[in-house]
């Protein structure tokens, strides 16, 4: 329990979308991060504080912590899109991307951008969520040690994704508590070594920036309020150290307060997984449904975005457009030989441990993130995709960030999206997604092991097919947002072309009915062995079950 009348938690979403999941540049380490943290408080008359431009960023980036440009902007844009922009400005900056003509037009435009400066150092802190100490991988704190194994949908151990474990979001900022208080503080509050003194003081606006980590709630309230607020209330200055007069906290008050109100999340994934709501979603096809679970949590308020868990879906089509997925974080854990179809809105997906299958997902608002499967097909249109440790996967995708290749993967095939559903343009406007810029084809290779360009593709035009979505639903897209390249469009043509010529030729041959029913016959042969073949006999053949018809995508 608590102590205190306050409970406070950690934010999902900083760690879930926002910890990219990889090891940190070694200079983006707490020790270089205090030392931009005083080079920008120093330079508040140059765009550093309290708001830190892009180009003071990178600066500071390229010049100070030896990233390149292209990392810089990468963590730089990570973070814009974790604080809630709205659609509108999201569309805003999409139009004024795709309208410039040159690199120094692109830079212009990203001058004009800034971001919170101590929110964006607590964001780069997170990085080192990722970031592997070779002395606790010996003493056998560091993966891959079961203490590093998220929570499976039976509430076991189960994988070692840390994004989706809020136990490790608590214990990184437990024990890493004091490094962010510091970071935080006034360069006067520091001695000559950079760390804090019994007498250091807390700057209100620093509280307010940790709220970018911490939340809570009054105890016996079901109103979830930032950290700053909850620090602010009258009861508990005694415990925090706050005063009115200095506005400002008291260091060692404000670290004994917030150890002791720190609890497990309320709203996070271990509650969701073992006290979350059990989906009944229809499940088709020969597998065994008994094994596949899905759960949701609960919409308690508003600000936090709900979570969806589905796991050991088995040879199966499942497709679902519901109220339940609109701006949900959803996690796609151990499904093979499926296909799932998520056709809503979506904040963030995850897919992880799955083989031999397809995912066709709405729009999604943050990022897209697959991870150790083999032979999946990802087709979506997102705001990121990464990927680490993965095989043979082909991504049908549209998106107006650069693909990111993190460690371990092997055969990767990018490709244009290529499909649609009536309400897909609908949900592109609800999270902000346009059509253009679309760097589908530019992907960036990001780690060390990563840097082989060979580990990547482009789909040849040859190999290309449109993708059709076999379900009713009302809306009004009939057509890819956006069209196909011209040298995708161009085989299509050829290929319908040369279906217009069969047909001709047929109708010239002038065949008996006898000889047309034995052609039909032939044709029909090849195109079952085709689907044999291919292994969409499956797929046809779950989607017409005795006792449900296709509109269940709707429900």
Request: charged letters at 20%; one cysteine or more; a positive charge.
């Amino acid at each position: 329990m608590a102590a205190g009348p306050v409970r406070l938690w950690v934010r999902t979403e900083p760690f879930l979308v926002g910890a990219l999941p990889a090891p940190p540049p070694a200079r983006l380490s707490p020790h270089y991060l205090r030392k931009a943290a005083a080079y920008a408080r120093a330079r508040a008359d140059q765009g550093c504080f309290p708001r830190l431009s892009w180009r003071s960023w990178r600066h500071i980036a390229c010049g100070k912590l030896l990233l390149s440009p292209d990392i810089a902007w990468l963590y730089f844009e990570l973070y814009r899109g974790l604080r809630g922009l709205s659609p509108p400005l999201r569309l805003r900056w999409a139009e004024a991307e795709a309208s410039c003509t040159s690199a120094e037009e692109l830079e212009w435009e990203r001058s004009k951008l800034s971001v919170d400066t101590l929110q964006f150092l607590l964001f780069l802190y997170v990085q080192q969520f990722h970031n592997v100490s070779l002395r606790r991988s010996l003493l056998g704190d560091e993966w891959p040690s079961p203490r590093t194994k998220s929570p499976s949908l039976t509430g076991k151990s189960a994988g070692g994704n840390k994004n989706w474990d809020d136990k490790e979001h608590l214990a990184f900022v437990q024990s890493h508590l004091l490094d962010i208080l510091e970071l935080l503080l006034e360069p006067e509050q520091l001695s000559a070594s950079s760390h804090s003194s019994c007498s250091s003081l807390v700057s209100l606006e620093a509280v307010c920036a940790l709220s970018f980590l911490l939340e809570g709630t009054v105890c016996n309230s079901g109103t979830v309020r930032p950290l700053h607020k909850l620090a602010l209330r009258q009861p508990c200055h005694g415990h925090n150290g706050y005063s009115m007069g200095s506005r400002t906290f008291s260091l060692p008050k404000l670290e004994s307060w917030l150890r002791s109100s720190l609890a497990a999340n309320p709203l996070g994934i271990t509650v969701c997984l073992k006290a979350g709501k059990t989906l009944t979603w229809a499940q088709q096809g020969e597998g065994t449904s008994r094994r596949a679970r899905i759960a949701c949590s609960a919409r308690v308020v508003p600000e936090v975005s709900p979570l969806v868990i589905m796991s050991h879906v088995y040879k199966q089509t499942l497709a679902k457009s519901s109220d339940t997925l609109v701006g949900a974080h959803v996690r796609i854990y151990r499904c093979n030989e499926s296909f799932i179809y998520l056709l809503s809105p979506l904040r963030s997906v995850t897919i992880e441990k799955c083989r031999n299958s397809t995912f066709v997902l709405g729009p999604v608002e943050i990022s897209v993130h697959v991870q150790s499967c083999d032979n999946v097909k990802v087709i979506v249109v997102c705001h990121r995709l990464s990927l680490s440790s993965t095989k043979g996967c082909t991504f049908h995708i549209l998106t107006p960030t650069q693909p990111l290749i993190l460690s371990g993967n092997q055969e990767v095939t990018f490709a244009p999206f290529h499909t649609h559903y009536p309400m897909l343009e609908d949900h592109m406007a609800q999270v902000g997604l346009a059509t253009l810029p679309n760097y589908w084809d530019s992907p960036m290779l990001v780690c060390r092991d990563s840097g082989d360009t060979s580990v990547f593709r482009l789909l040849p035009p040859s190999d290309f097919y449109t993708f059709v979505i076999p379900f009713e639903m009302e809306g009004d897209t009939t057509e890819t947002p956006g069209g196909l390249p011209q040298e995708y469009q161009e085989v299509l043509r050829q290929r319908e072309q040369k279906v217009q010529v069969w047909h001709h030729m047929v109708k010239k041959a002038e065949l008996s009915w006898d000889q047309r029913k034995q052609l039909q016959a032939v044709v029909e042969n090849k195109f079952y062995e085709w689907l044999v073949q291919t292994g969409n006999r499956q797929q046809l053949d779950s989607l017409v079950p005795p006792d449900l018809d296709s509109k269940q995508a709707a429900g």
